[in-house]
């Protein structure tokens, strides 16, 4: 039997924080031997927010070395750029034609992030920005996308316009299912655990970089903002003790019960030193595979030439059965 289809994808917009690895790039790397993957770089994505094109074109060579370097394999899944398959951003626009403005409008990223460009104005990509990305999951009939849990809105309005579809123009798009895990889904920033951690966070005390140095980890754990409280466990007005012990729970594999008694009787400050160094000597072989990436260009480009040869071969597919379906003329 054919395996299952995954896509799923990450922005260009910063350096992978560890809330990226955790709730995302983590979890696709178990799944690359059960399910056939596409995993993309959303260089398109990107562009919803402004990006100053040097800095760009670096930041999508090191999310691919990154993608790598935490052991995404190419020899077992696809790895693209996004715009190297021109299949997103047609069927982007046909999608676009059956989307409502209130279903947009709801959407709370869109809130959020809407808020911080008042200055400049809210660009129309922005507001678009989730039918982009119905458009990358149909495209490939993916059945799963695993993703943090800031992406269950948007699976859910992929969902609604694939069925949408369906529903007037007849059966083309597999429903996709998100796949978010338990622990990890939401790391929070460790300056303002009420906030997700975020690459494009202006405070950079706030978010872990997957390549930061050793000490560089350590220090930023040190400073996260806690409570007044001593106890280490979970707890009312203890969101940054407890985001904390999630990331001590996957960089160790140990169990919150388990956390709680090691450091029963002993203070934030040991706790924090223990994080940072479990942090620290987890990054530390993608560090070091990453540097060796990067310093192989003539790989990554081969390797993502290859990626887009697929997934365009696969995109072309379903554009072909839904520009059918619309009742656009067959090409030539
Ligand atoms: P930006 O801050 O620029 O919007 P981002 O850090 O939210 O970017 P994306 O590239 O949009 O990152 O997301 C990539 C993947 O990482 C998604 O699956 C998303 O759900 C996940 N993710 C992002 N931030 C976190 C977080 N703090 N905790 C867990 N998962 C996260
Ligand atoms: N919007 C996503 C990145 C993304 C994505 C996708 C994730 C773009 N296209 C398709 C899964 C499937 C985000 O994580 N912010």
Not at 14 to 31: C, F, P, Q, R
């Amino acid at each position: 039997m054919d395996k299952k289809m995954i896509l799923s994808g990450l922005q260009p917009s910063g350096i992978m924080t560890l809330g990226n690895y955790l709730g995302a790039v983590k979890n696709w790397v178990k799944l690359q031997n059960e399910y056939d993957c596409l995993f993309m770089i959303a260089d398109m994505h990107a562009l919803t927010v402004p990006q100053e094109p040097v800095n760009l074109r670096k930041r999508c060579y090191e999310v691919l070395a990154l993608y790598m370097a935490c052991g995404l394999d190419p020899e077992k899944s696809t790895l693209f750029f996004q715009s190297h398959v021109p299949q997103h951003a047609e069927l982007s626009w046909a999608l676009t034609c059956t989307t409502y403005m209130g279903e947009l409008s709801r959407m709370t990223q869109f809130k959020d992030k809407s808020k911080n460009a008042k200055d400049t104005g809210v660009g129309v990509g922005l507001f678009v920005y989730p039918v982009l990305m119905a458009a990358d999951i149909l495209l490939y009939q993916a059945n799963l996308v695993p993703v943090g849990a800031d992406q269950k809105q948007h699976l859910e309005i992929t969902r609604v316009l694939a069925e949408r579809f369906n529903r007037l123009y007849g059966d083309v798009f597999t429903i996709p299912e998100p796949y978010i895990p338990e622990v990890g889904a939401r790391i929070m920033s460790l300056q303002d655990p009420t906030k997700k951690m975020s690459k494009s966070d202006s405070n950079p005390n706030g978010y872990v970089s997957i390549v930061d140095e050793p000490e560089v980890i350590i220090r930023k754990l040190k400073r996260a903002v806690t409570d007044s409280d001593t106890r280490i466990c979970r707890g009312e007005g203890k969101d940054g003790i407890e985001n904390l012990m999630s990331i001590y729970s996957i960089m160790t594999d140990k169990t919150f019960e388990e956390i709680e008694r090691e450091f029963e009787g002993k203070g934030y400050g040991d706790f924090k030193l223990a994080v940072g160094e479990a942090v620290a000597e987890g990054l530390r072989p993608i560090r070091e595979k990453y540097n060796e990436l990067m310093n192989n260009k003539d790989y990554l480009k081969e390797v993502y030439t290859k990626g887009a040869q697929r997934a365009s071969r696969l995109a072309s597919k379903t554009l072909r059965k839904v520009y059918r379906k619309l009742g656009f003329v067959d090409r030539t």
